[in-house]
Structure formats: structure tokens, C-alpha cells
């Protein structure tokens, strides 16, 4: 897993800080192919149809340009009656995995993913992208200080029952890598002092690591292996932002606490 | 089903109204109240340890108050890791109706009850008890409507599979009342003119009888009769509260679209 990520980071990352930095309108553009990737992945694992889970995902991402966090709010809130019209209409859509695809499409992916476009939306352009790169990127930093201190010296497992790879060292190391990373650059770009910019980065990793873990919980509750063998030859998307769907909305409340 | 709830609406009236009116601490008190009994009927609907119903349920409605929209939105994206909390935590709590009944504590309880203390904290108090009653009380008005041109009227059925005794005329009945109770108090009160205030009235009788849709579809979907059976003599506090669950985020942005 932690290799099959390195290797797409490289591929997607160029494309991604691109955006990022080009800023607005790419970002949204960006945000939105994803939410219709995630939702064609969750459409397919739970039997709903693709257009009621894009929609769920899609609501709190466009509202959120207009109106920042109420309009998020707004978005998850309206997704309810959107269940409603769909599992009233659709009554093969009338089941348990089929709401709960509706709910996670809403809450867990269209709305995280919203807060990244907020969190690029800053005044100074500059602490946008920052902000924006800590939350897509942190969770590539924790990945590989997790992984090496893991291949170098995992002995412990975390937990065994639900990611049986996964240690305690390695964990640690991810901890590590990310808040010697983030840091130093919190404190270059945002002028936080170094205690707070260490705590930033502890809670990037940890964070990123409770998301990654979510995500394997998730497929376990539905019987998946991968979410993403919807299409062959290709992982899946939720396998790949599971980690900043933690990490968005946990960049954005900790910027809008400690710096504004 | 209407003949009760009009039983306990004469009931919990003057409790409910009382709170309203009294304002702030004590809508936070009573929305609580009602959260933690909510949690217990979805926490032994779809067995799920009951503190963790609560505490998805309680987030949204706590940040609400020093926060705002921004506030229950951390609330409901907070029920992520405190799902993976217990999920992780708890592997009996590790079921699809689990996950399901946590996400529906979070967005379609807690959210849209904290929606209930936001649209009555305005600056001018009148205002603000009048658009709380707008939201509690619509739906008593609109079901009132409904019950009555149902039985006059009432030939053709709305939704059969779902609903066998809602009729088409007994939903317009519903709009027509609420319409004619709130528009006038809408121009009154709020100083809006006559056709807004119309608007007002017929979206909040379609919501509110959305709301109340929902909750049959999701009872349909678990395989409930009756949500509140958890104790016996009583009927569910989320029969009661289904329609203001739709009502109050509608109203509140209803309410800041067209008057902030």
C-alpha cells in the first residue's frame, strides 16, 4: 500500500501542487473530479446510483465557494432531503449501504474536501498554498516516516486486528518526519511560534494516520478488499485522499484557532 | 399517528414553548434533552454503545454555541474520528448499522437541532422566538392541515409503498394552513412582504413533511416499526422530532438569505 502511494504521488503530485498554487477556480475544478471519482467508487461498492452519490459529494463543495463554512453546512444539511428524493424515487436504492454511501459521500469526502478549498482561499495568497500543501501533502510526509521507521524498526504492531502491518514505530516515525518537516516551515511561512508549529505537525500525522485507518474500517464494515477495484488496473481514489479527508478540515480549524 | 402526536404536542407545548421563550441556556438544555433521548432510541435501534450516539449527537450542538455554522460543521466532521473511536474500540460496535446510526446522530440529529438554537439567537429577541416557533410549531400547524383535509378530502394517495395513509390532498391541506397561519405572522413580525412570507409558509409545510418521509423511508430501511419502542408505553422522541429535523436548518437559511 505504502509503496503503490509513493509511486502515484509522483505521477498526481505535479498535478496537484499545480493547481493548488494556480489557486480558485482550479482548485474547485480539482475538488469536484475527485468528489466524482469517490463517488463513482462508492456508487459501485454500495449499489446506489452514480448520479445521487455525485450529487451528496458535489453539494457542500459548490456551496462552500459563496458562503465558506456555512455554505458546507448548508451543503451536508441539503443532502438530506437528496437522500430522501432518491431513495423515495429509486426503490432499489432503498437500503442500508445504499444511505450510508449517501451519508459518507456527504460528510466524509464532499465536505473535508470543501474545507480545502477554504483553507487555500486566505487573503495571503502565499499562507494559502502553504496551508493547502500541509494538508494534501502532510499525509505523503507521514506516509514515508511511517513506512522506513516501520521497515526499520516495527517490531510492535498498532493494530493487529484491523491493520496488521501497521506498528507502533512506525507510527512514531511518522510523527517524527512530518513535524521535522512542518515545523520549520510553519514557523518560515505563517510566523508560528516553534511549540505551536510542533504541535501542528503532531496532530498533521496523527490525524492523517486516523484517516487512513477510518478508510480500512470502512472497507472491512462493507466486505471490500479495495474500494478501488471499480476499475481495473487502477487503485482507488478513496485509498489515495483518505488521509486528507482527516487532514482538511484539521489544517482549517487549527489555522482558523491559532491565526485569525 | 396524527392523532397522537396533536396528544402530545398539547402536552410538551407549553414546556417546549416556555424554553423557546426563555431563550439561550435553555434551548441548549432542552435540545441536549432531546439529543440524549434520540441517542437512546438510535443507539438500541442499531446497537451502538449509547455514549457514542450521544457524544456524535452532542458535538455539533455544543460547538454551535461559541461557533456558529462554522461550529456545527467541526461538530460534524469531529463524528469521524469519534466514530473510528469506537469502531476501533469497540469491534461489536463495528456493524454498517453502527456507522449508519452514528453519521445519522451527527447530520440528521445533532446538526439540524443545533440549527433550533442558532435561528434563536438574534440580536432582536422577538424575532428570534417567533422564527424558533416558525421551525417547533410549523409542522404541528402543517400536520393539523394535513390531518384534517385528509379526512374531508382525502382520495388520492401520495406515496402508496411508502406512506399507505398520506393523500395528496391531505398534503396540500397541510400547505394551505401552514401557509395562511404563518404568512400573516411572517408580515407581522418579521416586516416581510406578503408573497415571501407565503414562500415562507409553503416551504416550510413541503419540509416538514419531508422530514417526516425521511424518517418513514429510514424505518422501512432498519426494519423498525417504531423507532421509539425502546421504552414501552412511549412513543419515539424521532417520530416527534422528524419534521423539525428538516424545518430548522430550512428556516434558518431561509431566514439568512433573505433578512441578513
Known amino acids: 500500500v505504502l509503496r503503490r502511494r509513493f509511486g502515484t504521488a509522483a505521477v498526481l503530485a505535479p498535478i496537484v501542487v499545480g493547481a493548488i498554487v494556480a489557486g480558485g477556480p482550479w482548485v474547485v475544478a480539482l475538488i469536484l473530479l475527485v468528489t466524482a471519482r469517490a463517488s463513482y467508487e462508492l456508487a459501485r461498492a454500495l449499489t446506489l446510483p452514480y448520479p445521487a452519490a ?10 462552500a465557494v459563496p458562503f465558506g463554512t456555512t455554505g458546507i453546512l448548508a451543503g451536508v444539511m441539503l443532502g438530506l432531503p437528496w437522500a430522501l428524493f432518491w431513495l ?34 486566505q487573503t495571503n495568497a502565499v499562507e494559502g498554498v502553504y496551508l493547502v500543501l500541509v494538508a494534501v501533502a502532510g499525509p505523503w510526509v507521514s506516509d514515508s516516516g511511517a513506512y522506513f521507521a516501520g521497515v526499520l524498526f516495527g517490531r510492535h504492531p498498532l493494530f493487529p486486528s484491523l491493520s496488521p502491518k501497521k506498528t507502533i514505530e512506525g507510527s512514531i516515525g511518522g ?26 505537525g503532531v496532530v498533521v500525522s496523527v490525524v492523517s494516520q486516523a484517516g487512513d485507518l477510518f478508510e480500512s474500517i470502512l472497507k472491512r464494515l462493507l466486505g471490500l478488499k479495495d474500494l478501488g477495484r471499480a476499475l481495473p488496473g487502477h487503485g482507488g481514489i478513496l485509498d489515495r485522499i483518505d488521509s486528507l479527508l482527516f487532514t482538511a478540515p484539521a489544517v482549517y480549524y487549527l489555522y482558523t484557532l491559532f491565526l485569525t
Open 88 to 121: 423515495a424515487g429509486y426503490p432499489e436504492a432503498r437500503t442500508l449501504r445504499a444511505m450510508l454511501a449517501l451519508m459518507l459521500m456527504a460528510t466524509w469526502v464532499g465536505a473535508p474536501l470543501a474545507h480545502v478549498y477554504l483553507i487555500g482561499d
Open 54 to 63: 455525485f450529487g451528496a459529494g458535489a453539494l457542500p463543495v459548490l456551496l
Open 175 to 200: 510523527i517524527v518526519l512530518t513535524t521535522a518537516v512542518i515545523a520549520p516551515l510553519a514557523n518560515l511561512f505563517l510566523g508560528l511560534p516553534l511549540w505551536t508549529s510542533a504541535l501542528a
